[in-house]
């Protein structure tokens, strides 16, 4: 006998794409979005009146982090994270300007206006990241680019943003010192 049924999808994979979908509802010029990713049942249990009658066992939920703002320094902001060990991982939401390398010579030294300079570069792309990893290492990227904003065009990849990858990798080590 044949088993007709739908393939299971990968639980990380599913809340990446709902996470997405979700930070992209609020449009564009978001800040830095970071988000706690929990199995569903064990939020339900912390939550009664939340009802997730139909989700797998390994169903996997995001709690977004109110509050987490990295004042500019991202990778100074994500090496200060530490994560309880309910969370079985972690995602980021954050949009960034994508120029051609050759955009990127004869910049000004001054940060903001090299930053100015690059805003009004011709062939500028925004775009926004969502990266979500789970401590046993599994990653999924995705892509949203604003010349192309809709549901079917978001790119995916397990290493789009690989620094990203290894510093939300880093937040949920187990050796945080106390």
């Not at 088993?3 to 990446?16: C, G, H």
């Not at 992209?24 to 979005?33: E, L, M």
């Not at 004042?71 to 994500?78: E, I, S, V």
């Not at 680019?145 to 397990?158: E, F, K």
Request: hydrophobic share 40%; net charge negative.
């Amino acid at each position: 006998m044949t088993d007709t049924s739908t393939p299971k999808r990968d639980p990380l994979q599913l809340v990446a794409i709902e996470t997405e979908r979700y930070v992209s509802a609020d449009g564009w010029d978001q800040p830095t979005r970071l988000f706690a990713l929990v199995p569903t049942h064990e939020l339900a249990s912390s939550a009664p009146g939340l009802d997730v009658g139909g989700v797998d066992a390994d169903h996997l939920s995001a709690v977004e982090q109110e509050g987490f703002a990295p004042d500019g320094d991202l990778p100074r902001a994500l090496e200060t994270l530490a994560w309880p060990p309910a969370v079985r991982g972690c995602a980021l939401a954050v949009e960034r300007l994508v120029v051609p390398p050759a955009a990127e010579r004869d910049l000004p030294s001054d940060p903001a206006a090299a930053v100015q300079q690059l805003q009004r570069h011709p062939d500028r792309q925004d775009v926004r990241l969502l990266v979500a990893v789970l401590r046993d290492g599994p990653s999924v990227c995705l892509i949203r680019q604003r010349s192309h904003d809709a549901d079917n065009l978001v790119g995916t990849g397990p290493d789009l943003a690989p620094g990203l990858v290894a510093a939300l990798l880093a937040s949920l080590r187990d050796d945080v010192p106390e």
